[in-house]
């Protein structure tokens, strides 16, 4: 399976600030995902990571709230915009694995904001 | 959007005992259907997986099985241990997304000693 390295592994960050989370691959993948989960609850597909393409956002996320940069194919990165607290969540980034193909997880980015 | 129902939300064995999960599915489209374990301050970690073509997969204490006609399938742990506690979650393909999921709300599972 694909290793997933996702930083930072936490953050506390200020309302009407931003952050960018890291999601980096070991192998080169086709399909890159990002998953919000908030506490307690399950995973909601935000959008897919597209390399060379704009990301697809599912419906309730926007580009201008969460932007998403994929420069090749073991890169992704998702901002949390004008954060608010009601963006404290989980932020999980999952990859396609091609030869398996199966989805796999990093191991999430725990966002609080005050 | 479609829909993953996952029950029961917390279920609690007592260590031996056997654990089913299920799961019911709206998307007739869903070919794909994995389950994930999730521990505390950690990402989901892919446990088993089945796809439409197979009606039961078996990977040492955990089967998956499917009922595509009913649209349902269950997650069976058997010999049931403490380290088995966590929360898991079912997930079912989106149409038209390659390998994106909608996932169940979760089974927060505790095996007692």
């Known amino acids: 399976s694909a290793v997933i390295s996702q930083k930072p592994s936490r953050d506390i960050c200020q309302r009407g600030t931003s952050l960018t989370i890291q999601c980096q691959v070991d192998?080169?993948?086709?399909?890159m995902f990002w998953y919000r989960q908030q506490p307690g609850q399950s995973l909601t597909l935000i959008a897919t990571?597209?390399?060379?393409?704009?990301?697809?956002?599912e419906s309730g996320f926007v580009i201008d709230k969460f932007p998403i940069s994929r420069p090749n194919l073991t890169f992704s990165t998702l901002t949390v915009s004008n954060m608010s607290p009601e963006d404290s969540s989980i932020y999980l980034c999952?990859?396609?694995?091609?030869?398996?193909?199966?989805?796999?997880f990093g191991s999430g980015t725990q966002l609080s904001v005050l | 959007g479609e829909n993953v129902e996952q029950h029961p939300s917390t279920l609690s064995v007592q260590e031996g005992d056997s654990a089913v999960i299920k799961c019911t599915y709206s998307d007739s489209a869903s070919n794909y259907f994995p389950w994930y374990k999730q521990e505390l301050g950690k990402g989901p970690q892919l446990i088993i997986d089945?796809?439409?073509?197979?009606g039961e997969k078996k990977d040492q204490r955990i089967a998956v099985t499917l009922n595509k006609t009913a649209k349902h399938f269950s997650l069976h742990i058997t010999e049931t241990q403490p380290e088995d506690s966590a929360v898991y979650f079912c997930a079912a393909s989106i149409k038209n997304s390659g390998y994106a999921l909608n996932f169940g709300k979760g089974t927060s599972l505790l095996v007692t000693p």
């Open positions: 089945i796809r439409s073509n197979v």
């Open positions: 990571a597209n390399q060379g393409s704009e990301a697809t956002y």
């Open positions: 999952s990859v396609e694995s091609g030869a398996d193909e199966k989805l796999f």
């Open positions: 192998s080169q993948v086709t399909m």
